[in-house]
């Protein structure tokens, strides 16, 4: 099926076919189910524009990297992502909406891949993390609970980890876990290989 250009799909039922999403095509899809599609995403800021919808065993990947950006407003069940996504959450939002000021209805996220994409300090919402797969290290996957108790510790953390996990204490109690690359995560911190391994083990539970 064709769509136009700006066109926001609405209401449909699609099987099986490739769609691309950005400046000079379709916007979005708002209300739909999608199974086994292929959908790729030239939105580097704002979102995914996929609203309402149903997605079941599609693929999504971005074109470039997906920057401050948001996945919530849709539930994605054994569906792959591949790309580069930095500072994106994922999930179901934990803030009410703007114009309904009521919580979100969607954000499912079950049995879903990552395993191709790179998660730079992305962020999971009211997510079971354990029902989703992720790159082996480089990156690794910190669970909210060992982030608190991290924080709440009296041990000494390496260069500007301790200031990373103050952060993280403050962060809404929806929050599943926060994604990291190890080079970022040493840029950001001014730590070593060695100091950010060792402060992984030292706070337990991540999924490397």
């Given at each position: 099926?064709?769509?136009?250009?700006?066109?926001?799909?609405?209401?449909?039922?699609?099987?099986?076919?490739?769609?691309?999403?950005?400046?000079?095509?379709?916007?979005?899809?708002?209300?739909?189910?999608?199974?086994?599609?292929?959908?790729?995403?030239?939105?580097?800021?704002?979102?995914?524009?996929?609203?309402?919808?149903?997605?079941?065993?599609?693929?999504?990947?971005?074109?470039?990297?997906?920057?401050?950006?948001?996945?919530?407003?849709?539930?994605?069940?054994?569906?792959?992502?591949?790309?580069?996504?930095?500072?994106?959450?994922?999930?179901?939002?934990?803030?009410?909406?703007?114009?309904?000021?009521?919580?979100?209805?969607?954000?499912?996220?079950v049995d879903c891949d990552f395993t191709e994409a790179t998660l730079d300090l992305c962020r999971f919402f009211n997510v079971d993390i354990a029902l989703q797969k992720f790159a082996h290290w480089p990156q690794f996957v910190i669970?909210?609970?060992?982030?608190?108790?991290?924080?709440?510790?009296?041990?000494?953390?390496?260069?500007?980890?301790?200031?990373?996990?103050?952060?993280?204490?403050?962060?809404?109690?929806?929050?599943?876990?926060?994604?990291?690359?190890?080079?970022?995560?040493?840029?950001?911190?001014?730590?070593?290989?060695?100091?950010?391994?060792?402060?992984?083990?030292?706070?337990?539970?991540?999924?490397?």
């Open positions: 099926m064709s769509y136009v250009i700006d066109e926001m799909i609405s209401d449909l039922e699609i099987t099986n076919e490739s769609l691309a999403f950005g400046e000079n095509l379709p916007r979005g899809v708002r209300g739909c189910t999608l199974r086994s599609c292929n959908i790729v995403i030239d939105v580097p800021k704002g979102g995914p524009s996929i609203y309402r919808c149903k997605l079941v065993d599609c693929t999504i990947s971005v074109k470039k990297r997906m920057k401050d950006a948001r996945f919530f407003g849709s539930d994605y069940t054994r569906c792959k992502f591949k790309g580069m996504f930095s500072a994106v959450d994922f999930g179901r939002s934990p803030w009410p909406g703007p114009l309904t000021h009521e919580m979100d209805k969607y954000g499912d996220m669970p909210h609970d060992r982030e608190l108790v991290a924080a709440d510790s009296n041990g000494s953390w390496p260069g500007k980890f301790a200031e990373y996990l103050a952060v993280a204490a403050q962060e809404n109690p929806a929050l599943a876990a926060t994604t990291g690359t190890a080079a970022y995560f040493m840029k950001r911190n001014a730590i070593t290989q060695e100091e950010l391994e060792q402060a992984l083990e030292k706070i337990g539970g991540v999924i490397r």
